[in-house]
């Protein structure tokens, strides 16, 4: 058989490595604007507001070939971005800035790590491939419920999903991170940090530090903190064994109807945030659309697991519908395997193909019958109808037992998370929009400068759901500085992380860590 020029690279490094010898380059698939597959690839990301053109694409299929994408771009003084599923709200990977872009969708496998005894999942696996992969092993991870979200911005801002009440974090769950960062000399080394190892500042800034802040992460290695990871299907939280869920469709027809059924479910689920409680196992994003009548639509995942599981499930129904009038309409419950529920209920792989703004909060109380009627004359306001969506996250649980500093996302202390997720097809709209997104968020929180100031209500907001407006004085006039909503004092230690992983500042964004 005639090798290419490729093969014999690949055996001779492979000969090199073995004599002991320096390793000759690594070089992955480079992409050019002329190139098929460059497009495509350049519109992988999520919001249609940005989009970048770099120079060149890296598309690596292992660790070296990242580290030598991270390397190439460095030395031609190329600005660089890392995009794994896509996900990124703002345009911390797409904008003009980026002339290198790394796509790390070929890196995608997920194996257990006999070595390190712990599950090792590559940056570039989704969600719905990390969750398949590990029902091998009837095993699962706490993360999010849209599958095509991409490992290696979803764990390093924290990650969290329909187990997390019960489970915690994604990010708690992490026992090490292979990541590919840039020394004072510019030199590109892989460097693995584990929870346990000599590294572990920099393992604890990929906890919830958020992602392009440190380096390139090629891979997570995953094991519960209670496990010494001698079985697989020991090492992460076991999947239940079933699932209740259905949907609940409630048309919202004044403004009292709104403040009540949204009044009763924040106050359920404050009342339910302890770690252990009654309802660990149950997750129940609220969404509220821009249909001019403020149409709510809850889906309600319940662990199957749970004691008395639909007895629970109809508690919660009637106690959030309680004096909601017109009553709501429930779907057909199903209770499913924990796979089958990941597969049909779940939010599917798909393209979006709209421009998007997105604002959150944590909530450490719910917010005030006051604060509710804001939302509701916005999302009604006709002016407005569309794509656009109010959304309640359930947080809490789990989650808080854990102490603020023990990982680099502090958020231990809320039960829920408030998401303004504006949505429009068309460029010229954009103004509109973002003012529309920037003044709910403004006007709910007018007592504390217009933003979720941490206090006894508030407890800042999630860096996955980046908002370049809390470094905005314009939009945040409460004088606090953005770091603190999203790190709170977390930030002066991931400050050192970077200083000493990243002195050259190879890796920023409008949000990174300075």
């Not at 919001?47 to 190439?72: M, Q």
């Not at 070929?106 to 992969?133: I, M, P």
């Not at 800034?205 to 496990?227: E, I, K, M, Q, Y």
């Not at 009654?278 to 403020?294: R, S």
Request: hydrophobic content about 40%.
């Amino acid at each position: 058989m005639a090798l290419s020029r490729r093969h014999l690279f690949t055996l001779a490094g492979g000969a090199l490595a073995t004599l002991g010898l320096p390793l000759a380059r690594a070089e992955g698939q480079v992409l050019g604007a002329t190139d098929l597959d460059y497009l495509p690839l350049s519109l992988r990301g999520y919001n249609r507001r940005f989009l970048a053109r770099p120079d060149r694409i890296f598309v690596p299929a292992n660790a070296e070939e990242v580290r030598d994408a991270v390397a190439r771009a460095v030395a031609e003084n190329s600005t660089l971005a890392v995009r794994s599923g896509g996900h990124c709200f703002d345009d911390f990977v797409d904008n003009a800035r980026t002339r290198s872009l790394i796509d790390l969708s070929k890196l995608n496998a997920v194996r257990w790590d006999e070595q390190h005894r712990a599950f090792s999942v590559d940056a570039g696996a989704d969600l719905g491939t990390v969750y398949q992969a590990l029902h091998r092993w009837g095993v699962t991870v706490p993360g999010g419920i849209c599958l095509g979200v991409g490992m290696g911005g979803h764990v390093t801002g924290g990650g969290y999903g329909p187990l997390s009440r019960r489970f915690g974090l994604v990010a708690d769950h992490l026992a090490g991170v292979e990541v590919v960062t840039v020394d004072a000399d510019g030199a590109a080394k892989l460097v693995l940090a584990t929870k346990d190892g000599p590294e572990h500042d920099l393992w604890w800034a990929h906890t919830g530090g958020g992602g392009g802040n440190f380096g390139v992460v090629t891979r997570f290695l995953l094991r519960s903190p209670d496990s010494d990871g001698t079985d697989p299907a020991r090492a992460l939280p076991r999947a239940p064994g079933s699932m209740l869920s259905a949907r609940l469709i409630l048309p919202i027809t004044t403004e009292d109807s709104f403040v009540r059924f949204l009044g009763n479910y924040l106050g359920f689920f404050d009342r339910h945030r302890a770690p252990g409680d009654d309802f660990a196992g149950l997750y129940a994003p609220l969404m509220f659309c821009t249909t001019g009548t403020g149409t709510a639509e809850l889906l309600i995942l319940l662990d199957g697991d749970t004691p008395g599981a639909r007895a629970r499930f109809d508690e919660f129904v009637a106690t959030v519908t309680e004096g909601v009038q017109p009553g709501p309409l429930l779907l057909p419950v199903d209770q499913l395997s924990y796979p089958d529920t990941v597969n049909r209920v779940y939010y599917a792989k798909g393209v979006n193909t709209t421009r998007v703004k997105v604002k959150a909060a944590y909530l450490r109380r719910a917010y005030s019958p006051d604060q509710l009627r804001v939302f509701y004359r916005y999302l009604t306001d006709p002016a407005f109808l569309g794509e656009s969506q109010l959304e309640f996250l359930p947080f809490g649980g789990a989650i808080n037992a854990v102490t603020a500093d023990a990982t680099a996302m502090p958020a231990r202390d809320s039960f829920m998370k408030m998401l303004i997720h504006a949505a429009w097809r068309l460029p010229g709209d954009d103004d509109r929009y973002l003012r529309w997104a920037r003044e709910i968020y403004r006007d709910v929180h007018a007592g504390t400068g217009g933003v979720p100031v941490p206090n006894e209500n508030y407890g800042g907001s999630y860096i996955n759901y980046p908002d370049p407006d809390l470094a905005d004085p314009a939009w945040n006039t409460s004088g606090l500085p953005w770091h603190a909503f999203y790190y709170g004092e977390n930030y002066p230690r991931l400050q050192r992380v970077k200083a000493t992983w990243d002195p050259g500042n190879v890796f920023a964004h409008q949000l990174s860590i300075r």
